[in-house]
C-alpha cells in the first residue's frame, strides 16, 4: 500500500524560501505522475504542481516561476522547492498521486508571514 509522509513546513517570512518533502513507500515515484497540493483554511484544495514520470513538471499560474518541483529516485522522495514565497501561500500542502489519488496523508502547514 502506498505511504507519502510530508514534510518541511513551517514558518517563513515573505520572500523567503522553503523546501518541501515527500517521502514515497509502496510506489516508485520514478514511475508515476506525482502532484503538490495545498489546502488553506476555507478554500478547496487545490492542485500547484505535477512531475510526470516522463516529461516536464507543470505548475499551477500562481506559484510558475517561484515553485520547482523535483524527484530524488535513490531517495524515492519528491521535493517542492518554494521560493519567494508570499502570504497566499500559507496552507497545509499534501502530494499524492496525480490524478488517480491514493489515500491522503497528513500534509505539512507551511505559514508565510507578511
Known amino acids: 500500500q502506498v505511504q507519502l509522509v510530508e514534510s518541511g513546513g513551517g514558518l517563513v517570512q515573505a520572500g523567503g524560501s522553503l523546501r518541501l518533502s515527500c517521502a514515497a513507500s509502496g510506489i516508485i515515484l520514478r514511475f508515476v505522475t506525482m502532484g503538490w497540493y495545498r489546502q488553506a483554511p476555507g478554500k478547496q484544495r487545490e492542485l500547484v504542481a505535477v512531475i510526470p514520470s516522463g516529461g516536464s513538471p507543470n505548475y499551477a499560474d500562481s506559484v510558475k516561476g517561484r515553485f520547482t518541483v523535483s524527484r530524488d529516485n535513490a531517495k524515492n522522495t519528491v521535493y517542492l522547492q518554494m521560493n519567494a514565497v508570499k502570504p497566499e501561500d500559507t496552507a497545509v500542502y499534501y502530494c499524492?498521486?496525480?490524478?488517480?489519488?491514493?489515500?491522503w496523508g497528513q500534509g505539512t502547514q507551511v505559514t508565510v508571514s507578511s
Open positions: 499524492n498521486l496525480h490524478p488517480q489519488h491514493d489515500y
